[in-house]
């Protein structure tokens, strides 16, 4: 099985209920909470383990608290701007949590540390509700700013208005998906990546894996 979701967090943006009621739209701060389990989020779910914490490439003010990054991205991005990016990934459940974490890494190395992203993600891991087999999956939240090489600026410089004209003048340009050149199948792109990453480290790690049909224990290939 494989799966991956994309959304965005956006300052301002809300949101309608099933029962038709406006509330407002996830914040940066609060994801930062969800995805590492602390603040009000630190009860987390029964029976659910984090495996694996970690934030990276942060600004000089962040580095030893990294909440700051994200709280500074809600206050001071333009209103109607992505404050973050956010991916969910399903991740193989028959390897050990060591090599969950070094294929996380890759992850990391291709959709943060390639452009100087901060970024902030953990591992879950809980038993499923019907089958009762663990469940791990990535939480991945990151900037489309790149701090590598901005780490000095103040917050407030850093998430204004991009200056084209003059730059000095702004802050930093977002690499989004359009000046990236994937313009709408940024989504596709970011999939078929994950999947390749995913089965190049399966194919070294773990090639195959048993399942039960019917009764009866077969070997089939580990691929997503």
Known sequence: MFYLDMKHNVKGKTTTTRSGKEKK?????????????????????????????????????????PKQFWVNADKYEQEKGRTSSVMTIALPNNISKKERIELV????????NKHGFAFTCAIHNHRGSIEGKDQPHLHFMY???????NEHLSPKQFFARYN?????RGGVRKLSADVLGFGKNHV??????????????????????????KGIEVEVPSFV
């Open 25 to 65: 739209a996830p914040t940066s701060r609060n994801g930062f909470f969800y995805i590492t389990r602390t603040a009000h989020f630190r009860n987390g779910k029964e029976g659910e383990e984090v495996e694996w914490v970690r934030s990276g490439n942060m600004p000089d003010y962040a580095k030893t608290d």
């Open 105 to 112: 890494e890759k992850f990391i190395d291709e959709f943060a």
């Open 143 to 149: 900037s489309e700013r790149p701090v590598i090489g």
């Open 164 to 168: 084209a004209k003059k730059p000095e």
């Open 188 to 213: 596709n792109h970011v999939r078929q990546t994950t999947e390749n990453l995913m089965n190049d480290f399966l194919a070294e790690r773990a090639p195959t894996k048993k399942i039960t049909i």
